[in-house]
C-alpha cells in the first residue's frame, strides 16, 4: 500500500459564485443577466450552498475527507464600497464552523474570479487603487474570521488572464466579449467594465502580484496562525514543433506567479490538462484524442508535469488545490483520479513536499460561461430539488483519503 505523509490534507473544493446561489451585488452577476450575453444561462440558485452548507461539508467529513476548500466572496462582504457586511462575515463564520464541528480543516481563498459590482464599474483591476480596495477586504475578513481559518489562498488563478491570451485566435469570440463588456458597462452605468476575466492580462498580474503581497502582509498579522498562498492555474505545456513558444509561454504565465509564490508560505497548483504550444499560440488537442466536457484533453499525466515545473521554481511546500474533470461518466472521473493520484504519488517519492490533493469539485455547479453542463462534481446536484446524490468517485477518493494510501481496491 503506497501511503502519502502523515497530515496530508485530503479534500474537495468549491467556489462561492458556482455553489451559493443568488450573488446579486457580483460583477458576474451583472454578465449573466444582460443581453447579449457570452454565459449559456445565468447562476440563479446555484446549488444553494448558502443555505445548505452544513449539510454539505458533513458530507464531506462522511465521505472521508478532512479538508474543505470554499472562497468568500467579496460581493457579499462589501456589497457596496467601504460598507462592510457584518451579517456576511457571520455567515462565513458559521461556514468555518461547521468544519471544525465536522473534523474538516477549512481552507480559505479570498477571491474566486468574482468581484463586487461597484468594483467592476470602478474599472476592477486595472484601476491602481484596485489593490489597496482587496487589500482593505482582506484585512476586514481575516480580522473577524482569522482564529477559525486554517490555511488560506489571497487569489484562485491570477494568471488566467496571462493563460487565456494563449487560446488560438479562432477560439476567442473577440466581437461577442467586446459587445457583452460594453452593455455591462452601460448596465451599471459605468464607461469600463472591469472584470477579472475581461481585463488586461499585464496590468491585472502587476496589480495582483502587489495586491497579493500586500494580503499577505494584513492576514499575517490578524488574529490566528495560519500559512497563506497563492492557487495559480497550470497546464502541462507541451512544445509542438521546433518553433513551439513554449518556454515564452511559461515565463509569461507561470513564472512571475511562482515568483510571488515562493516569497509567501506555500504554493497552490492547480491542474487539469496538457497543452501543446504551437508558434504563436496554443493548439487544439491532436484529432482522435479523448476531450473533457470542456473541450480539452482528458490528460491525468498532467498533475505530475506541473508538480514538476513548480517545484523547480519555488522552495516552499504545494499543496494541490484543483485537479479534476468534467464528465457525465464517473468511471472516467475514477481512472482520472487514479492516474492524477499515481502522477502525484511519485513526485512525493522524488521528495518534492507536496501536502494536499484537494479534488475539484465536491458538487456539480456553475461552470462560468459554460453554465451547468459540465459535470465537475463528486456529488450530484438535482437543481430542482437540490437533492446531493454521491458518485461512486466520490467513495473512491474518499476511501484513498481515509486510509491516506493508494490502497489495492483504489488507486
Ligand atoms: C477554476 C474553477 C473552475 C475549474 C474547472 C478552475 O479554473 O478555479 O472555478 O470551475 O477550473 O474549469
Same mark, same amino acid.
Given at each position: 500500500m503506497a501511503r502519502f505523509p502523515n497530515g496530508f490534507l485530503w479534500g474537495a473544493a468549491t467556489a462561492a459564485h458556482q455553489v451559493?446561489?443568488?450573488?446579486?451585488?457580483? =460583477?458576474?452577476?451583472?454578465?449573466?443577466? #444582460?443581453? %447579449? &450575453?457570452?454565459?449559456?444561462? %445565468?447562476?440563479?440558485?446555484a446549488c444553494d450552498h448558502l443555505r445548505l452548507f452544513p449539510e454539505d461539508i458533513k458530507l464531506l467529513a462522511q465521505l472521508g475527507f478532512n479538508t474543505y476548500r470554499f472562497s468568500i466572496e467579496w460581493a457579499r462582504i462589501e456589497p457596496e464600497r467601504g460598507h462592510f457586511s457584518i451579517a456576511a462575515m457571520e455567515h462565513y463564520r458559521r461556514v468555518l464552523a461547521a468544519c471544525h464541528e465536522n473534523g474538516v480543516t477549512p481552507m480559505?481563498?479570498?477571491?474566486?474570479?468574482?468581484s463586487p459590482r461597484w468594483f467592476a464599474a470602478m474599472g476592477g483591476w486595472e484601476k491602481p487603487e484596485s489593490s489597496d480596495l482587496f487589500v482593505r477586504y482582506c484585512g476586514r475578513v481575516s480580522r473577524?474570521?482569522? +482564529?477559525? *481559518?486554517?490555511?488560506?489562498?489571497?487569489?484562485?488563478?491570477?494568471?488566467?488572464?496571462?493563460?487565456?491570451?494563449?487560446? @488560438?485566435? !479562432?477560439? #476567442?469570440? *473577440?466581437?461577442?466579449?467586446?459587445?457583452?463588456?460594453?452593455?455591462?458597462?452601460? /448596465?451599471?452605468?459605468? =464607461?469600463?467594465?472591469?472584470c477579472f476575466f475581461l481585463g488586461d492580462g499585464d496590468k491585472l498580474r502587476d496589480r495582483m502580484i502587489a495586491a497579493h503581497h500586500k494580503a499577505f502582509e494584513i492576514v499575517k498579522s490578524g488574529p490566528g496562525k495560519y500559512p497563506v498562498g497563492v492557487n495559480i492555474s497550470m497546464q502541462d505545456e507541451q512544445p509542438a514543433g521546433h518553433d513551439s513558444k513554449r518556454d515564452k509561454k511559461c515565463a509569461e504565465v507561470y513564472d @512571475?506567479?511562482?515568483?510571488?509564490? =515562493?516569497?509567501s508560505d506555500f504554493l497552490g497548483v492547480?491542474?487539469?490538462?496538457?497543452?501543446?504550444?504551437?508558434?504563436?499560440? $496554443?493548439?487544439? @488537442?491532436? @484529432?482522435g484524442a479523448e476531450t473533457t466536457q470542456m473541450g480539452y484533453e482528458f490528460w491525468p499525466e498532467a498533475l505530475e508535469a506541473c508538480l514538476r515545473y513548480a517545484h523547480a521554481r519555488v522552495k516552499v511546500p504545494i499543496y494541490v488545490t484543483e485537479n479534476?474533470?468534467?464528465? +457525465? =461518466?464517473?468511471?472516467?472521473? *475514477?481512472?482520472y483520479i487514479r492516474r492524477a493520484l499515481?502522477?502525484?504519488?511519485?513526485?512525493?517519492? +522524488?521528495? #518534492? $513536499?507536496?501536502?494536499?490533493y484537494i479534488h475539484w469539485s465536491l458538487l456539480d455547479n456553475f461552470e462560468w460561461i459554460m453554465g451547468y453542463r459540465p459535470k465537475f462534481g463528486l456529488v450530484a446536484v438535482d437543481r /430542482?430539488?437540490?437533492?446531493?446524490?454521491?458518485?461512486? !468517485?466520490?467513495?473512491?477518493?474518499?476511501? #484513498?483519503?481515509?486510509?491516506? /494510501?493508494? &490502497?489495492?481496491? /483504489?488507486?
Open positions: 451559493e446561489g443568488n450573488n446579486i451585488n457580483s =460583477d458576474l452577476w451583472v454578465l449573466e443577466h #444582460i443581453e %447579449p &450575453t457570452l454565459f449559456a444561462e %445565468p447562476s440563479l440558485d480559505v481563498t479570498l477571491y474566486h474570479f468574482s473577524h474570521l482569522g +482564529d477559525l *481559518i486554517q490555511i488560506a489562498a489571497t487569489f484562485n488563478e491570477p494568471n488566467l488572464p496571462m493563460q487565456l491570451r494563449w487560446l @488560438p485566435i !479562432s477560439e #476567442i469570440p *473577440i466581437v461577442k466579449v467586446k459587445r457583452m463588456a460594453k452593455v455591462a458597462a452601460r /448596465a451599471i452605468g459605468a =464607461d469600463r467594465f472591469g @512571475p506567479w511562482l515568483a510571488a509564490a =515562493d516569497k492547480q491542474a487539469y490538462t496538457r497543452c501543446r504550444v504551437g508558434k504563436r499560440s $496554443d493548439l487544439t @488537442p491532436e @484529432p479534476g474533470v468534467a464528465t +457525465d =461518466d464517473d468511471e472516467r472521473r *475514477i481512472e499515481d502522477g502525484m504519488m511519485n513526485c512525493i517519492n +522524488d521528495g #518534492i $513536499d507536496v501536502r494536499g /430542482a430539488t437540490q437533492v446531493r446524490t454521491v458518485k461512486p !468517485s466520490a467513495h473512491y477518493l474518499g476511501e #484513498i483519503a481515509r486510509h491516506n /494510501a493508494l &490502497t489495492n481496491g /483504489a488507486g
